[in-house]
């Protein structure tokens, strides 16, 4: 009889559990038993790893093998544990000795030829395996570049079940080592000589531009409502040219969730630029904020993670899942349980929304429907779901003649993101020492008791707010719009016209 262990990763959400996987050959009839709550696809791992073994040029131990993957009681999804169990029952049959597996964490899937295959959420499992303690990590080579992004390990990456056993053996091969990724530049963008989108394609419209600039600025939710052809999916598919890029660790929070939801983009593994997700009407609720009954994905709110998640036509949305926006629009993450577990998905984003002012979305005299057909169908986007945007736009048919006059005025997407990378380092200043980085992360409370805004400022609220046409979450929200229009401005406070206009912005009058 003899045993061998060596370690891999499972996956719950984003988060990574150190794995021991351990091979056990004994007497008995023939088999393979896999013990420890094994998915489908990875009891399916005893025939993949058989003929991998074979077909590698090695002996299948003869005798009854069990494998057993601790803690017994969590998950395990997906074909990453191959490499790990075939090392360690090649370890236990005495093909390679069991002490060289010891230090390393092995991550990949094989092919019924002994070749390794890139698996999903390799990064994610790196970094816990890190903060477990461990530096040396065995993966496919297809992964080898986004395993490197977390310095201070050792990755090796081998193309197929030999390489590993040569690894083991002591022999030499033909192999990747990578260290520290100092070289930031294999990381960067394969060159694309595609022309981007540039705020300057958009003539007219200079409030939703503004109100677009705002967004960006203090990371605020915007509505925009208007007839087709007034530019509302142009704008929004500029914003991502406006936002700042991300820093060192949002890249390599939001590279981690794109890691696990297998859309990480080919030959450079590392996000650099904020995502922007938009997906489709007939998006379902598990579509939109993850899910699934077997395997828990990420949803578009986290792989807009750190960018803008846009719903065009957003009435024509379901009910429900606009609602189910509202969690992750207050606690910026995503919590989904199930009987077997639950996992939390980072969901901090900038929602905007587009919508059509009736059914027909016609302008103008063309249209014909009622006020009242009018007011249904905005009335699909609740209230509660409204209240949490903090700018709302409403979008006119633009003349020819103001397109050609509008044409040398109109800003570049450069020239406005210069000004809110100069907005958000003002208020990274202000907050510095505090869990947020911008304006629209500060809880009320927090607002209200650290960073006051002068009486004067605040008649124009506090008018409303008797009035009862704002609530107590809307002028929070007011507020936090009119600290982005005094770091635009290069105010130390907001003055009476930033809460003014962060206020008509707020109530959808803004001329």
């Known amino acids: ?40 696809a990875l009891r399916e791992a005893r025939d993949r790893i058989r003929a991998a073994v074979v077909n590698s040029g090695e002996c299948w131990p003869e005798g009854h093998i069990t494998v057993s993957l601790s803690p017994a009681s969590l998950p395990k999804r997906g074909s990453g544990f191959d490499l790990a169990i075939a090392a360690a029952v090649l370890a236990a049959a005495g093909a390679v000795p069991p002490s060289a597996l010891h230090p390393a964490v092995v991550l990949a899937e094989l092919g019924l030829d002994g070749r390794t295959r890139a698996v999903q959420g390799v990064l ?128 390599i929070e939001v590279t981690a969730v794109h890691s696990v939801a297998g859309t990480l983009p080919k030959g450079s593994p590392l996000i650099v630029d904020p995502p922007f997700c938009a997906p489709h009407h007939t998006a379902t609720r598990a579509a939109i904020v993850g899910g699934g009954s077997t395997r828990l994905r990420p949803g578009c709110v986290s792989l807009a993670h750190r960018g803008a998640l846009f719903l065009d036509e957003a009435p ?23 009987s077997a577990a639950s ?60 397109l050609l006059a509008d044409r040398p005025y109109a800003e570049s997407s450069a020239t406005v993101a210069a000004r809110v990378t100069q907005a958000r380092q003002r208020a990274a200043r202000r907050l510095a020492g505090t869990p947020w980085s911008t304006n629209a992360e500060i809880p009320g409370a927090e607002l209200r008791r650290h960073f006051p805004v002068a009486p004067p400022a605040l008649g124009i609220l506090a008018a409303a707010l008797e009035r009862g046409d704002i609530s107590a979450r809307g002028v929070d929200r007011t507020l936090r719009v009119a600290w982005t229009l005094a770091d635009l401005a290069g105010r130390p406070q907001p003055a009476v016209e930033d809460t003014a206009f962060a206020y008509a912005l707020w109530s959808g009058r803004a001329q």
Do not use: W
């Open 1 to 40: 009889m003899a045993l061998a262990r060596t370690r891999s990763m499972a996956l719950l959400g984003v988060e990574g559990h150190v794995i021991e996987v351990e091979a056990h050959l004994g007497e008995g009839p023939a088999g393979l038993t896999l013990v420890g709550l094994p998915d489908t």
């Open 316 to 338: 024509e949305f379901a009910r429900g899942v606009l609602d189910s926006l509202r969690q992750p629009l207050e606690t910026g993450e995503v919590v989904i349980a199930r």
């Open 343 to 402: 996992v939390c998905f980072p969901a901090r984003f900038l929602l905007v929304l587009a919508a059509n002012p009736c059914p027909c979305g016609r302008p103008g005299p063309a249209c014909t429907c009622s006020s009242s057909q009018r007011r249904r169908y905005l009335a699909r986007l609740s209230g509660p779901l409204v209240d949490r945007v903090d700018l709302k736009v409403e979008l006119q048919p633009v003349a020819h003649a103001e």
């Open 124 to 251: 994610p499992a790196v970094l816990a395996g890190v903060r477990s303690g461990h530096t040396t990590f065995v993966v496919a080579r297809g992964n080898a570049k986004e395993a490197a992004l977390v310095p201070g390990i050792t990755v090796v990456a081998v193309a197929s079940l030999g390489e590993l056993l040569a690894h083991l053996r002591g022999e030499p091969i033909d192999q990747d080592l990578f260290g520290d990724p100092a070289d930031t530049e294999r990381h960067e963008p394969p060159a694309d000589n595609r022309r981007r989108p540039d705020l300057a394609d958009v003539l007219g419209q200079p409030v939703a531009r503004r109100a677009l600039e705002i967004a960006a600025a203090g990371s605020h939710h915007l509505m925009m409502v208007g007839p087709p052809g007034t530019g509302k999916s142009l704008l929004a598919e500029r914003l991502p040219t406006i936002l700042p890029r991300l820093t060192p660790e949002d890249s």
